[in-house]
């Protein structure tokens, strides 16, 4: 069955930057667009942007035009995000989300930690 | 602030009908996708409803969506406790920034 697998928990300095991996497996990579979540403690879900890996179209939210890259590699059947400038606000748990049905998100990756701190 | 708004808390006995609510402010609801989701402490999202009434394959028929006007509602019928969650309304339209998500509902079993 379609899976999403993340890559592990990061500890970032505050002005770094991460990279988090999400590994598509059971479905046609091409065939869906992947799109990054993420949830701070405690808060709901916020979308962050999506990528067609079948033309690698992007979009991102204005929230974070600024400092957020997706790209996938098509052989690897990975998609990667690419968050800058971290601040302590970016602490939180981010997920990669198949887009199925329009913008419904039908299969989730387990997620990835990521901790802001110096 | 989230344009769509739910209410923190919610709560049944086994066997009961509860109802999840999702309010915009502006008419988003009544032309948008909406979508709902539950959570388990811990895990990610599942989706369990999309384009206001859509049950993907897997989810039991005891969850069901509908909307009136520029509001939405997750039903959820036989309430099991294996229920008890966090249950979250999105919506799509073209005049947001993407994909936006409500405040989020606790549920209880009692």
């Known amino acids: 069955q379609a899976q999403l697998v993340q890559s592990g928990a990061e500890v970032k300095e505050p002005g770094a930057s991460v990279t988090i991996s999400c590994g598509a497996s059971?479905?046609?990579?091409?065939?869906?667009?992947i799109h990054w979540v993420r949830q701070a403690p405690g808060q709901s879900p916020e979308w962050m942007g999506w990528i067609n890996p079948g033309n690698v179209n992007t979009q991102y939210s204005q929230k974070f035009q600024d400092r957020l890259t997706i790209t996938s590699d098509t052989l690897a059947r990975k998609v990667y995000m690419k968050l800058t400038s971290l601040r302590s606000e970016d602490r939180a748990i981010y997920y990669c989300?198949?887009?199925?049905?329009?913008?419904?998100?039908?299969?989730w990756g387990q997620g990835t930690t990521v901790s802001v701190s110096s | 602030q989230s344009v769509l708004t739910q209410p923190p808390s919610a709560s049944g006995t086994p066997g009961q009908r509860v109802t999840v609510s999702c309010s915009a402010s502006?008419?988003?609801?009544?032309?948008?996708?909406i979508i709902w989701y539950q959570q388990f402490p811990g895990a990610a999202p599942k989706l369990l409803i999309y384009d206001e009434n859509q049950r993907p394959s897997g989810v039991p028929d005891r969850f069901s969506g509908f909307k009136s006007g520029s509001s939405a509602s997750l039903a959820i019928s036989g309430l099991q406790s294996e229920d008890e969650g966090v249950y979250f309304c999105a919506v799509w339209h073209g005049s947001l920034d993407g994909v936006v998500f409500g405040g989020g509902t606790r549920l209880t079993v009692l």
């Open positions: 989300a198949r887009g199925q049905y329009g913008w419904a998100f039908d299969v």
């Open positions: 502006s008419p988003i609801l009544a032309t948008g996708s």
């Open positions: 059971g479905y046609t990579f091409i065939g869906y667009t």
